[in-house]
C-alpha cells in the first residue's frame, strides 16, 4: 500500500512500506495518471480497488495472527495483528467514506 505524507498513521506500521517516502517517488495520483496516459485506459473506482487492498492486508494480518495463537511463528509482528486487523477494517471504512483521497 502507497503511503502518502498527508495520511494518518498506517495502522499496522510493521506491514507499512517506507521506499516510497524517498525523494523522487510518484505519487498515487502521479501513477494513476501515468496509468491513464501510457495505456489509453481511464482508472476507474479507486477507491474500491484501495478498500479491496487494504481488506487483503487484513486477511494477510489473520493469518498471521493464527499462525502466532497456533504458536507457529516467533515473528514478534504476528501478535501485533490483534491490533492490527481491526485498525485496517476501520482503514477501509475511512477510505470508503471519503475521508482518505487517493
Known sequence: YW???TDPEPPTPTLASTFMEREG?????????????????EFDNARF?????????AGLG?????RYLEGNSDDPMYPR????VPALAEQAEMILDGEMEL
Open 3 to 5: 503511503q502518502e505524507p
Open 25 to 41: 517517488y510518484p505519487t498515487r495520483r502521479d501513477l494513476v495518471e501515468r496509468y491513464e496516459r501510457r495505456t489509453g485506459f
Open 49 to 57: 480497488y484501495w478498500v479491496l487492498a487494504v481488506y487483503k492486508l
Open 62 to 66: 489473520e493469518m498471521f495472527f493464527r
Open 81 to 84: 495483528m490483534r491490533e492490527g
